[in-house]
């Protein structure tokens, strides 16, 4: 199971490019220099799924924006991904990669398979730029995931990447940050206890 703060583990798989309309393989590691968002769905041609891909695709350019990639896994076949894609009325508006993972190993490594049914569970991976796992969620699979909140997150995930903390002082992003809020500038020792 992988753990905030340590690097992700890398993948080789192959994947459905909607853009190109082709099969391909890729690999995390080619993304390095890049935010990456690993959307885990339960399978192709579920309900909720189709929900939670077409509201990727609406904040999709705003991920873009921030250096994100966004790639959809689930143990589906790259197969399913492309005939899902192509009938499924929400799904046809998705851009991005649809990743196989019919062997369930990213699954497995992500600590993001169901043991009781086979199935990927519902869930979010952000990695930063440097391949380090910043974001883990996972949640009931009948609970659509609220992408705004994923974005919210990567924006105060790239704020604290790009504002290193020091050992006596380092800014917090405290609850409820949207972006445009002040953030909170600790410095220690004087800050302790007056907060």
Known sequence: ????????????????????????????SDYKGKWVVLTFHPGDFTFVCATDLEAFQAYYDKFKA????????????????????????????????????IRKDIATVYGFLNTDTGMT???????????????????????????????NALKGLKYIYEHPAKPEEFDIIPANWEEGMPVIKIRVPDDIGKL
């Not at 994100?68 to 799904?91: C, M």
């Not at 883990?136 to 009948?142: A, H, L, T």
């Open 1 to 28: 199971m992988i753990e905030v703060g340590k690097p992700a583990p890398d993948f080789t798989a192959k994947a459905f490019f909607p853009n190109e309309k082709k099969i391909k393989q890729l690999k995390l």
């Open 66 to 101: 921030l250096n994100a990639e966004i790639l959809a896994i689930s143990e589906d076949s790259i197969y399913s991904h492309k005939v899902w894609w192509e009938t499924s009325p929400r799904v046809k508006k998705v851009t991005y990669p649809l990743v196989e993972d």
């Open 121 to 151: 569970k519902r869930g979010t991976v952000i990695i930063d730029p440097d391949g380090v796992v910043q974001y883990i969620s996972v949640f009931n699979d009948r609970l659509g995931k609220d992408v705004k909140h994923v974005l």
